[in-house]
C-alpha cells in the first residue's frame, strides 16, 4: 500500500536558521512526488512537485529513491513560512493524491 | 474568485440526520476530487468525478456516502443518517486533464462539519 510518513507534527526553528521538513513515503513504482503548504485561513496549496525540479518561496526538495524520501529544505527561515506542510504522492498512473499527516513549520522571530 | 468554492462552509447537525455539501469548481476544469480531513490528519480521498462519470471511490466511502456530478459541472455530496465519527473538514479539488499530462489540483476552502 501507499503511505506518506511525515515523522514531525511540529517542528519549531528561529528565523533566518535552515529548515529541513521530513518525509519518507512507501510505493513501489514511480511516484510523483508534492509539498502543499496551508498557511493560516488560507485553502491548501500546492507548494512544489518533484518533476519541476524548481524552488518556490526558496524551498527546494529532491527526490530520493534510494532512501525514498522527499524532504523540504530552506537555508534561511522567514517568519512568513510558518504554516502546516503537508508531503503528498501520486502514483504515477492514477489520478489521487495520499497526503502525509502533516508537519506545522513554527518560526520564532 | 474564481476558485474552487463549497457550501455550506460550516454545518452542524445532529445524528442520524442527512447532510449534503456542494462544491463548485474551476470553469472547465474536468476532474473534481472530494477528500475528507480530521483532526491531525492529512486529507484522505474519498472520491472523484471526470465529467460527469465517477472514477473511483476509496473504500473510506461507505454506503452512507453518495456523491454527484450529474452535468459535469457542480458536484454534490451527501452523508446520510449521520455518525459523530463523520465530524471532519470535506474538502473539495479540481484540476484539467488533457490526456496524460496532469495538472494541478486546486482546493476549496472545505465544509466543517460537526455531527453532536
Known amino acids: 500500500a501507499q503511505r506518506v510518513t511525515q515523522p514531525e507534527k511540529l517542528l519549531s526553528v528561529f528565523k533566518g536558521a535552515p529548515v529541513e521538513l521530513k518525509c519518507n513515503y512507501s510505493y513501489s513504482g514511480s511516484p510523483e512526488l508534492f509539498w502543499y503548504v496551508q498557511y493560516s485561513r488560507q485553502r491548501l496549496q500546492l507548494l512544489l512537485r518533484?518533476?519541476s525540479r524548481e524552488s518556490i518561496k526558496g524551498f527546494t526538495a529532491d527526490l530520493n529513491k534510494g532512501e525514498t524520501s522527499f524532504h523540504l529544505k530552506k537555508p534561511f527561515a522567514q517568519e512568513e513560512d510558518s504554516a502546516m506542510y503537508y508531503c503528498?504522492?501520486?502514483?504515477?498512473?492514477?489520478?489521487?493524491?495520499?497526503f502525509g499527516s502533516g508537519t506545522r513549520l513554527s518560526i520564532r522571530p | 474568485d474564481t476558485g474552487v468554492s463549497q457550501n455550506p462552509r460550516h454545518k452542524i447537525t445532529k445524528r442520524g440526520q442527512n447532510v449534503t455539501f456542494r462544491c463548485d469548481p474551476i470553469?472547465?476544469?474536468?476532474?473534481l476530487y472530494w477528500y475528507r480531513q480530521t483532526l491531525g490528519q492529512g486529507p484522505e480521498f474519498l472520491t472523484y468525478?471526470?465529467?460527469?462519470?465517477?472514477?473511483?471511490k476509496s473504500r473510506l466511502l461507505s454506503d452512507r456516502f453518495s456523491a454527484e456530478r450529474p452535468k459535469g459541472s457542480f458536484s454534490t455530496l451527501e452523508i446520510q443518517r449521520t455518525e459523530q465519527g463523520d465530524s471532519a473538514m470535506y474538502l473539495c479539488?479540481?484540476?484539467?486533464?488533457?490526456?496524460?499530462?496532469?495538472?494541478?489540483?486546486?482546493f476549496g476552502p472545505g465544509t466543517r462539519l460537526t455531527v453532536t
Open positions: 479539488a479540481s484540476s484539467r486533464i488533457q490526456g496524460t499530462n496532469y495538472y494541478e489540483q486546486y
Open positions: 470553469s472547465e476544469h474536468n476532474r
Open positions: 503528498a504522492l501520486r502514483r504515477s498512473s492514477a489520478s489521487k493524491i495520499i
Open positions: 468525478f471526470q465529467n460527469e462519470a465517477q472514477l473511483e
Open positions: 518533484h518533476i
